[in-house]
């Protein structure tokens, strides 16, 4: 007898539902096995370099890093780490002389220029200028601010601005923090100078007057300074800050030099008479 046709269609269904199910169990057990045997990874960090490595391995350098990220230009004459890394004169013995005043520096219009010991100035080594020091000179040069100190030789004359003491060169301001301040009291102490075979230890004097904006200024003054001082040789020259008058004395001693700038009255507004060791 057979059953009814609504209950062949269950049936049908249950059956029809058991097979669905055999068939996903077989896929789930056989997706599980697969993942079972999977090889799974994992990042693994390098080991670290032996030291024979390390130190073979080369580092870039700040100055390098700088240079690809900020190129700079480099100042007139400037050569590489010579402005950090310039080297300072050795002192002999102890100080024979000390002043304090004021200290300014000096690079370009200055750079590459030749000095008054006939080298050329480079901004970059410990050197300063000063009006009466002999050349060649070593000094101690104190900022009396922050205390630092740098040693340094006289190899120009100046500074020819009112009561500065001494000019000195880029490197020098940087290592005295003159640079930003641009003009510091100062100590500064001079060593015994190196003696030159020929060359009279008390010195070779003259009297130096300017600057003028004006180059017929500093003619007239050196044609009234002619007539008033026949036996001295009276020139005329420009530089990088205007017109200079010279005077050199017959009696170039420092004595006849102090005497002959305490005369002059100069009318125009800035220029002065300073006494300049030649020598």
Known sequence: MKPPPHRRRIAAAA???????AVLFSLTV???????????????????????AIT????????SAT??????????????GTTATAPQPTPRGRPVSSEVGLASWYGPPYANRKAADGSVY??????????????GSIVRVTNLENEQSVVVRIT???PFVGDRIIDL??????????????????????????L?????????????????????????????????????????????????????????????ASQIANSIRIPAPGALPYIVRLN
């Open 15 to 21: 059956s029809h539902g058991r097979a669905l199910a």
């Open 56 to 63: 073979r391995t080369a580092r870039p350098s700040q100055s």
């Open 156 to 158: 120009d004359r100046g």
């Open 169 to 194: 060169s880029l490197a020098a301001a940087k290592a005295t923090g003159v640079y930003r301040a641009g003009v510091v009291k100062v100590r500064v102490e001079a060593f015994a100078p190196p």
């Open 30 to 52: 056989l997706l599980f096995a697969g993942c079972r045997h999977k090889n799974n990874t994992y990042y693994q960090p390098p080991p670290p370099l032996p030291p024979a």
């Open 196 to 256: 030159i075979p020929g060359v009279d230890p008390a010195g070779k004097w003259c009297v130096q007057i300017g600057a003028f904006p004006s180059q017929s200024d500093a003619i007239n003054l050196k044609n009234q300074l002619l007539r008033r001082y026949s036996t001295a040789k009276v020139i005329e020259f420009a530089g990088p800050t205007g017109h200079w008058v010279r005077i050199n004395p017959l009696k170039a001693d420092r004595a006849t």
């Open 122 to 135: 480079d901004q970059n080594a410990m050197t300063a200028a000063h009006r009466t020091l002999p050349m």
């Open 67 to 80: 240079n690809q990220t900020a190129p700079t230009r480099p100042a007139p004459n400037a050569s590489a």
